[in-house]
């Protein structure tokens, strides 16, 4: 979440209002941490960051992790798959955006992945108390 899914939807977030073509790469890109201004920048960097988070769905699907109040992470609950596969499917979308260097097709798409964030966050995230997490 923390690692990979925040800082890519961050990347593509930024697609939204600032047109990646336009990014100025950094003084050294080999060294960049804005991947937007890294050797990997521009729309590269959104197609990058849109990958990252549809790759990344299948290791919420891998055994044997917990959730930070120690409960299994919910891979038997048929929701947390639907949700997982709904995050994958988001993030291939916006890959396709950003593919296609259309800056109108990332505030759609980046619209369908906070919907797919979102809606997982209230189904097993948002509650009273971390203990009632990954229920
Ligand atoms: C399939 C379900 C699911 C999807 C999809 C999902 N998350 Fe999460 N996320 C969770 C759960 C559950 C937690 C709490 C984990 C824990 O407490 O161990 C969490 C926690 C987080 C946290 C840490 C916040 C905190 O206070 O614990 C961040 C940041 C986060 N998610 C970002 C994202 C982003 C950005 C996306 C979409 C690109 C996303 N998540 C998609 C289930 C999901």
Redo the contacts with the bound molecule.
């Keep these: 979440?923390?690692g990979i899914?925040?800082p890519?939807?961050n990347v593509i977030f930024a697609a939204q209002t600032e047109n990646p073509a336009e990014v100025k790469p950094a003084a050294d890109p080999a060294m960049a941490t804005n991947p937007l201004a890294s050797t990997y920048g521009k729309w590269q960097a959104v197609e990058n960051s849109a990958l990252a988070?549809a790759e990344a769905a299948i290791l919420?699907t891998i055994g044997g992790r917990k959730?930070?109040?120690g409960l299994d992470v919910p891979l038997k609950n048929a929701d947390?798959m639907k949700?997982?596969q709904?995050?994958r499917d988001a993030g291939m979308k916006v890959y396709k955006a950003a593919q296609a260097k259309s800056q109108d097709d990332i505030v759609a798409t980046a619209g369908d992945?906070t919907e797919?964030?979102d809606?997982?966050?209230g189904r097993?995230?948002e509650k009273p108390s971390?203990a009632e997490?990954?229920k």
């Design positions: 979440m923390k899914l925040y890519s939807s988070i919420l959730c930070s109040n947390w949700l997982v709904g995050l992945l797919a964030c809606s997982c966050h097993f995230r971390i997490r990954c």
